[in-house]
């Protein structure tokens, strides 16, 4: 079954601390891995996406990468601030007949000062 | 400015009042969708439309419909909405298939029936 797994559910973060968010799929074949950002109450906005050949890609203090034969990404924030409360979804590309996203439920960052 | 917009963007109503949330986006897209997210279960596809006069069901269509009469629009409506159907509903858009293009969300529609 195409599952995408993200770890973990929520985070508490002081401002100024990196963090990392996991996210493990098992969607195969698949076409690319996407990072959205969520705040509160608004639609998702993309941080990044890849292909199966990439293994990175930034986005200013947002860098993710991409291990396409363990099925697992990550999203490492560097130097966060409050604005990046927010939540974090991990989204899989599954590669059939048409194409379909299949959506992992979200990690929940919360940076306090 | 490029955007998807959604309204109501709050809708609190009752058991059995259809009702429609429209959508609409200024970006020329072929493709859209309309989503719910729900806590813990994160964002389910409802239905897409790949352009005009065509739409196909997603994961979670029933008690849905939808129309794509034109290019911009795409009004998702519920003919007799229930309790379970309270929810965060999205729109988005994107030039082609979700999975190969960048895809737009609304702002959102928070939708209570009571």
């Known amino acids: 079954k195409n599952q995408v797994e993200q770890s973990p559910q929520s985070l508490i973060i002081l401002e100024g601390k990196n963090c990392t968010l996991q996210?493990?799929?098992?969607?195969?074949?698949?076409?690319?891995l996407r990072w959205y950002k969520q705040d509160t109450g608004r639609g998702p906005v993309s941080l990044t996406i890849?292909?199966?050949?990439?293994n990175t890609k930034s986005n200013g203090r947002y860098t993710a990468t991409l291990d396409a034969d363990t099925k697992q990404s990550s999203l490492h924030i560097t130097a966060s601030q409050l604005s990046d409360s927010a939540s974090y979804i991990c989204v899989v590309t599954w590669r059939q007949a048409g194409t379909a996203l299949i959506f992992g439920k979200g990690t929940t960052l919360s940076v306090s000062s | 400015e490029a955007q998807v917009t959604q309204n109501p963007r709050y809708l609190i109503t009752v058991t059995g009042k259809k009702l429609t949330v429209t959508c609409s986006q200024n970006?020329?897209?072929?493709?859209m969708s309309w989503y719910r997210q729900d806590p813990g279960l994160g964002l389910r596809q409802i239905y897409y439309s790949m352009n005009v006069e065509v739409t196909d069901k997603g994961d979670v269509p029933e008690g849905y419909k939808v129309s794509r009469k034109e290019k911009r629009n795409f009004p998702l409506i519920l003919e007799s909405p229930s309790p379970n159907q309270t929810s965060l509903y999205f729109c988005?858009?994107?030039?082609?298939?979700?999975?190969?293009?960048?895809?737009?969300f609304g702002p959102g529609t928070r939708l209570t029936v009571t």
């Open positions: 970006m020329n897209h072929e493709y």
């Open positions: 996210c493990n799929y098992t969607v195969s074949p698949f076409s690319n």
């Open positions: 988005a858009s994107s030039l082609g298939l979700a999975g190969s293009y960048e895809q737009y």
């Open positions: 890849m292909t199966f050949s990439e």
